[in-house]
């Protein structure tokens, strides 16, 4: 698909934290930073009219939401759960879906998205609190609790409020690159790459500690994902017992040190094969792989394809 236009739709009420994920990602200029250039609008049951939102306020939409149909992304941020929503809002998301735009739900904007009928047959993520009755209202979706988004090609569903963040670099990592999704990432200060696998939220309350925050580890293994790097060795460089360093860094991060460290090792595996001539083999060492075929089994599992295939789609060059 192209990423070129891209329209987000304000439900009555709408939430205005989902709503703004969608503008800074999209809405926000960053063609100075070799971000391409996007079309953006947001789209309301009328152009101008305000819409209220769940925390008490209003928000005034740019467009209509016909005006949604003909681009490639239509967003569809949280907002209140309804029995029934307006026919025209769902027939704009369908018509736009028909006409070949990708959709992105955001947390409860799932139950929209439900309510067109697209999500019959697929899996999709909403917000964990609201899972179980997603799951009752459309029986035809599967219902997952433990991701962070779900691509299913031409739909996409992020569960509830940051995950949104991660379905929408995700989706412009896929069509755009890493190297597009980093920036943005950058410049929004967020990580630019969290695994959908991940958990949505941690059962276990945190651990009671007087110790900071382990992003300063998380920064020397990334500027360092050639080194070996071991959970006895983190927790030290914490200042953390390994079992308080293993419970903070899930807590964090939703995943394990090894899974965490493998999925920044692939990421910088995929920027260097987007982005310069490397053979394989120094790929992998560049990313902390070791092996050809070390790197080759892991952007495998991660990725779903081979590094040299992800190259020949991918490469910049």
Not at 152 to 158: P, V
Not at 174 to 181: D, I, N, P, T
Not at 221 to 247: C, G, I
Not at 290 to 302: E, I, K, M, P, Y
């Amino acid at each position: 698909m192209a990423l070129r236009s891209i329209a987000a739709i304000a439900s009555n009420p709408m939430a205005m934290f989902e709503m703004s994920v969608a503008c800074e990602v999209f809405g926000i200029d960053r063609t100075d930073d070799g971000v391409p250039p996007f079309s953006f609008i947001t789209c309301g049951e009328r152009a101008g009219e305000p819409v209220p939102t769940t925390s008490g306020g209003q928000f005034v939409p740019t467009h209509a939401w016909a005006d949604a149909i003909g681009v490639d992304l239509l967003v569809i941020p949280a907002g209140g759960i309804r029995d029934e929503y307006p026919p025209e809002l769902l027939e704009t998301i369908r018509e736009a879906h028909r006409q070949g735009a990708t959709i992105l739900s955001i947390c409860t904007g799932a139950f929209v998205l439900g309510a067109t009928g697209l999500l019959d047959g697929l899996t999709a993520v909403t917000h964990w609190r609201y899972a179980e009755r997603f799951a009752q209202r459309f029986p035809r979706t599967e219902v997952s609790m433990d991701v962070l988004f779900i691509d299913e090609g031409s739909i996409i569903t992020g569960a509830g409020t940051a995950a949104g963040i991660d379905a929408c670099l995700h989706l412009v990592r896929r069509e755009l690159g890493s190297a597009v999704a980093t920036r943005i990432a950058r410049r929004m200060v967020v990580p630019p790459q969290r695994d959908g696998g991940q958990r949505q939220y941690i059962e276990a309350p945190l651990p009671e500690t007087d110790c900071e925050s382990i992003q300063p580890v998380l920064d020397h293994v990334t500027e360092n994902l050639d080194a070996t790097h071991t959970v006895p060795d983190l927790a030290r460089l914490a200042m953390m017992s390994e079992r308080t360093f293993a419970r903070r860094f899930v807590a964090e991060t939703g995943t394990t040190p090894h899974k965490w460290i493998v999925q920044q090792r692939v990421l910088r595996a995929r920027e260097l094969l987007e982005s310069t001539d490397l053979p394989v083999e120094s790929v992998a060492a560049h990313s902390g792989f070791g092996s050809a075929a070390l790197l080759r089994t892991h952007f495998q599992t991660v990725v779903g394809t081979s590094p040299q295939r992800y190259r020949r789609e991918f490469s910049a060059r």
